[in-house]
């Protein structure tokens, strides 16, 4: 491993925003580095974790929730395992999409037995251009998020009209004048303007929020939790694509995701849903010895476990 300090670039934003399809967008491009990556998920089961594609990465899942809470001793230990492996001279890391990423950054900036080995870069957001004014509407992390960028990528701009971009770039210069802003569709950027620019600015931040390096005062969002469900039954797709639909109008859900099995279909498909948009994707075939199990997590405002199970359960085949 090379004596210079690894560049770490962390990567942000709310639930459903393309975070995971940005990491995949980073590993599969030509640009001569080779990554460690570590990803954080909210909930018991690593759904983010299996979507990552190139598995020769050194891939890192931390359940159990966000990187500000008791998780971040294990980022700690995880970035040190880590260094002591070798064999990458560039660290990426996905946090959860409702997780501040000030106490990430404070890994880097505070404990000094890591800072001789890697050197924090750069913070990306990622924005759902279609869904964001929504959720910095409702949720202080969608809004610290942006503001902590030194990058905004301001994605799904195929799914709005030009006054609607201008107006949410707008807002996000309001609450981030310095940071630099792409306008993208599935996350899609020139890495050249993006990785190893030495964007972070202690300075920058601690202007915009003089509390950034005390971390006695972090903020933590228990009104927003996480449910993670497994079947053995396959679903009926058109019970379930009913659930689905019914689902938007019932519930406050921020983010859904995961993969099923579909009763008479040899494929796993993967389900995706942000706020009241929702997608099914036929993936790969079921493995022969494969279990064959569906798995789905579902973030959002007080949600009501018991009640979500019997509805998803009625979609059973």
Request: aromatic share 8%.
């Amino acid at each position: 491993m090379s004596t210079n300090p690894v560049p770490v670039t962390i990567l942000t934003g709310f639930l459903g925003a393309g975070k995971t399809t940005l990491l995949n967008y980073i590993l599969k491009q030509q640009h001569g580095y080779k990554f460690a990556v570590i990803v954080n998920e909210v909930g018991k089961i690593g759904i983010d974790g299996m979507l990552v594609e190139n598995q020769k990465e050194e891939v890192m899942e931390m359940n159990n929730g966000c990187l500000c809470c008791t998780i971040r001793k294990d980022l700690v230990k995880g970035v040190q395992n880590l260094i002591k492996r070798g064999g990458f001279d560039y660290l990426l890391i996905e946090t959860t999409g409702i997780a501040d990423p000030g106490p990430v950054a404070q890994t880097f900036l505070n404990i000094p037995q890591l800072q001789q080995y890697v050197r924090l870069d750069s913070i990306i957001t990622v924005v759902d251009a279609e869904q964001i004014e929504k959720q910095m509407a409702s949720v202080e992390t969608a809004r610290e998020q942006i503001a902590m960028a030194d990058f905004i990528l301001l994605n799904k701009t195929d799914l709005v009209g030009e006054p609607d971009l201008a107006r949410v770039e707008a807002k996000a210069r309001e609450l981030n004048s310095h940071a630099q802003i792409f306008r993208t569709n599935q996350s899609q950027v020139n890495l050249k303007e993006l990785l190893d620019m030495n964007a972070f600015n202690l300075d920058r931040k601690l202007a915009a929020d003089p509390e950034f390096l005390n971390e006695l005062n972090q903020r933590h969002h228990h009104e927003i939790n996480s449910i993670s469900f497994e079947f053995d039954a396959p679903f009926n797709v058109e019970k379930f694509e009913y659930f689905v639909q019914e689902l938007s109008e019932r519930e406050h859900i921020f983010r859904s995701k995961g993969f099923l099995q579909i009763a008479g279909n040899p494929r796993r498909a993967i389900f995706h849903g942000v706020n009241n948009r929702f997608t099914i994707l036929w993936d790969r075939l079921w493995e022969a010895k494969e279990k064959r199990a569906s798995q789905l997590v579902f973030i959002g405002k007080h949600l009501d476990e018991k009640r979500l199970r019997a509805q998803i359960e009625s979609c059973l085949a």
